[in-house]
């Protein structure tokens, strides 16, 4: 069982109750913090989850907890549920956002350390993992009081040193951060290039060349990847490409699947 993919099945429902929603093209409704959404069931299902998309939630379909949801419910919290035992909302909901971040962080580490180039800091990876993963077991109070984003802060030269090897045959384009908002990259050759946290919505890469490019963070939503070939991107996440559009000719890492809302080869 790999226990930075999000199980549901062991999961409370954290994310339809503890995240709040603003009305927009993402959800339909407006949701506060700690509230749950009208359509949770009460056995912790979406009462709509087969139709996510045609009733106004595709935000719901794209969100990725990497297994925080699971980690709080079954080992934090010991299998109690907040409907059971209401007073365990306070510290449960506040605590998934700090657990979403640490798993995160295990996910892109590691990622990093299967990078052929970063084999000089892979041991830096390593250790940088099991102190991430020994961060999970902390008690709820203890993750409430954790400065996670220094944390971060500690682990993310890291991570950009392992990205910075594994491009460093192929540098592309610097892209960091940018605002590629609707831009176009028809066929663009983006190998090796940096998208660390570049806002692509609606961005065009329609049969462009996105191996070795470093997508951590980049926002792709909407962005169209039909007929790209990502299949060696760098810390691209399942929530990335399921926000996206694409084609079964876009070519993604054998650990990511091909979203069901993508449509036919053209
Ligand atoms: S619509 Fe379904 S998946 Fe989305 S928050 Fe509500 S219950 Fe959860």
Redesign the pocket.
């Known amino acids: 069982m790999d226990t930075l993919r999000a199980d549901c099945s062991r999961c409370f ?1 954290l ?2 109750v503890a995240t709040a929603f603003a009305r927009s093209a993402d959800f339909a409704l407006d949701k506060p913090a700690g509230r749950a ?1 009208p ?2 069931a009460a056995d912790f299902r ?4 087969t139709r ?1 998309r045609d009733e106004g ?1 595709p935000g ?1 379909t794209v969100y990725d907890c990497f297994g925080a949801g699971q980690q709080l419910s079954q080992v934090t919290f010991g299998g109690r549920d907040w409907r059971a035992e209401p007073s365990l909302r306070e510290r449960m909901f506040p605590a998934l956002a700090v657990m979403r971040a640490l798993h995160e962080l295990l996910w892109y580490l590691r990622e990093a350390q299967g990078f052929p180039a970063a084999r000089p800091v892979r041991a830096k990876l390593a250790r940088a993992f099991e102190e991430t993963e020994a961060l999970t077991r902390l008690d709820a109070g203890e993750l409430l009081e954790l400065d996670v984003d220094a944390h971060r802060g500690r682990v993310n030269p890291l991570v950009l040193k392992a990205s910075e090897l594994a491009r460093a045959g192929t540098r592309g384009p610097d892209h960091r951060g940018g605002d590629l908002l609707g831009k176009r990259f028809r066929k663009a050759n983006l190998r090796g290039a940096s998208l660390r946290g570049a806002l692509a919505i609606g961005a065009d890469f329609t049969g462009a060349d996105l191996r070795e490019a470093d997508v951590i963070g980049a926002d792709l939503r909407g962005a169209n990847l039909s007929g790209a070939d990502l299949s060696t991107s760098l810390f691209l996440t399942q929530s990335q490409v399921d926000s996206a559009t694409g084609d079964k000719r876009t070519l993604l890492p054998p650990r990511l699947e091909i979203p069901r809302h993508w449509g036919a080869p053209a």
């Open positions: 429902a994310c339809c959404c359509n949770l979406c009462g709509i989850h996510l939630f719901c």
